[in-house]
């Protein structure tokens, strides 16, 4: 994060700030921008955030205490407000090894920001490094054993567009307390800032590329997969990119007829849901003794640069909506 980042008279929300040591380096910086800052503590005992607040005050900056980051909706002053940047810094729950608490922190966060005013506001979270799961971590957990912060911000219809690094040199003041005001500072050296933007949920029209593919043009001795699903125009209607997506993985048996075209299959899957679908692996095949059912297994692997992922939203779209088109547009029947 740098200031160069700010635009002048831009309202910026700030959420837990804990001590508000942040909020008074950034008001030292003399940005010109619209300041809110809040804090989870409902009283501030401790004599340094005591003085942050009385800073801040003097300067015309709006504190207010008492501000759940997942409930900020119930505030009456918050409700009304129309924000362009909304930033936490090293949210956490408090104690070690609350992985899951502090996915669910992030999630709740998301969801309440989708509820505020301005469409196009971006969110600023900043985390520890390992923390987010993103390939910009050094060295990069595993994926189960981050935060999951894309994931987590996709439930608000948020996409990460930006990975920053935080420049502690432009908030030299800065003591991190962590989220609920906790004294206890952590290891904070290497900390990237992400950047969300809101994205639409995924529907039949923005899974579906601009440009389709017809058949005929496929040569099906030659042809592979990944020759649908990697052309270069594959994303002509993206709108806002998204950075290392979150990817998920789902088998699906179909019931086919001895007629059955794979290319056909790979093609309809990439007519109607392209934007979504980024991999498909064949798994293998079963003829009943009769030969009276075939059925063929596929992997597919659901990926987005555009619409906002997570686990339970594309179970439910690889349940209903893949089954639907497929049903649909092919001869073949889903085994569920």
Not at 175 to 179: A, D
């Given at each position: 994060?740098?200031?160069?980042?700010?635009?002048?008279?831009?309202s910026?929300?700030?959420?837990g700030?804990?001590?508000?040591?942040?909020?008074v380096?950034?008001?030292?910086l003399?940005?010109k921008i619209?300041?809110?800052?809040?804090?989870y503590?409902?009283d501030?005992?401790?004599?340094?955030?005591?003085k942050?607040i009385?800073?801040?005050?003097?300067h015309?900056?709006?504190?207010l205490?008492?501000i759940d980051a997942?409930?900020?909706?119930e505030?009456?002053?918050?409700?009304k407000e129309?924000?362009?940047?909304?930033i936490f810094n090293f949210p956490?729950?408090?104690?070690?090894?609350?992985?899951?608490?502090?996915r669910?922190?992030?999630?709740?966060f998301?969801?309440?920001?989708?509820?505020?005013?301005?469409p196009?506001v971006e969110?600023?979270?900043?985390?520890?490094n390992?923390?987010g799961g993103?390939?910009?971590?050094?060295?990069k957990?595993?994926?189960?054993d981050s935060w999951k912060?894309?994931?987590?911000?996709?439930?608000?219809?948020?996409?990460?567009?930006?990975?920053d690094p935080?420049?502690w040199?432009?908030?030299p003041?800065y003591?991190?307390?962590?989220?609920r005001?906790l004294?206890?500072?952590?290891h904070?050296?290497?900390a990237?800032?992400h950047?969300?933007k809101r994205?639409?949920?995924?529907?039949?029209?923005?899974i579906s590329p601009?440009n389709?593919?017809?058949i005929v043009?496929c040569?099906?001795?030659?042809?592979?997969?990944?020759?649908?699903?990697?052309i270069?125009?594959?994303?002509?209607?993206?709108?806002?990119?998204?950075?290392?997506?979150?990817a998920?993985?789902f088998?699906?048996?179909i019931?086919?007829t001895?007629?059955f075209?794979p290319?056909?299959?790979?093609?309809?899957?990439?007519?109607?849901a392209g934007c979504?679908?980024d991999e498909?692996?064949?798994i293998?095949s079963?003829?009943?003794?009769?030969?009276e059912?075939?059925t063929k297994?596929?992997?597919i692997?659901?990926?987005?640069y555009?619409v906002?992922?997570?686990?339970q939203?594309v179970?439910?779209m690889?349940?209903?909506?893949?089954p639907?088109i497929?049903?649909?547009n092919?001869?073949i029947?889903?085994?569920?």
């Open positions: 994060m740098k200031p160069s980042i700010f635009v002048e008279n831009e910026v929300l700030l959420v700030e804990g001590n508000f040591s942040f909020s380096a950034l008001c030292q003399n940005l619209n300041l809110i800052a809040t804090c503590e409902s501030i005992s401790h004599e340094a955030g005591k942050n009385e800073y801040l005050k003097r015309g900056i709006c504190v205490l008492g997942t409930k900020l909706m505030n009456p002053i918050l409700k129309s924000f362009d940047k909304i956490h729950v408090g104690g070690k090894m609350r992985i899951e608490k502090n669910e922190l992030l999630k709740q998301f969801i309440e920001i989708e509820k505020l005013n301005n196009n969110v600023l979270i900043t985390l520890c390992g923390q993103t390939p910009m971590d050094e060295p957990r595993n994926w189960n912060v894309t994931e987590m911000a996709a439930h608000g219809n948020f996409i990460l567009t930006k990975i935080f420049l040199s432009y908030f003041i003591v991190v307390t962590g989220y005001s004294q206890k500072q952590f904070t050296t290497n990237l800032t950047f969300f994205s639409e949920p995924p529907n039949y029209q923005n601009k389709k593919i017809d043009t040569d099906i001795d030659n042809f592979l997969r990944k020759d649908v699903f990697h270069s125009n594959k994303l002509s209607n993206l709108k806002i990119w998204c950075i290392y997506p979150p998920f993985t088998d699906i048996t019931c086919v001895e007629d075209n290319l056909k299959f790979y093609t309809t899957l990439y007519n109607h979504i679908v498909i692996n064949f293998g079963y003829i009943s003794p009769s030969k059912k075939i297994t596929y992997r692997t659901y990926k987005s555009i906002p992922l997570y686990r939203r179970i439910q690889h349940q209903n909506l893949i639907n497929l049903e649909k092919l001869n029947v889903i085994v569920r």
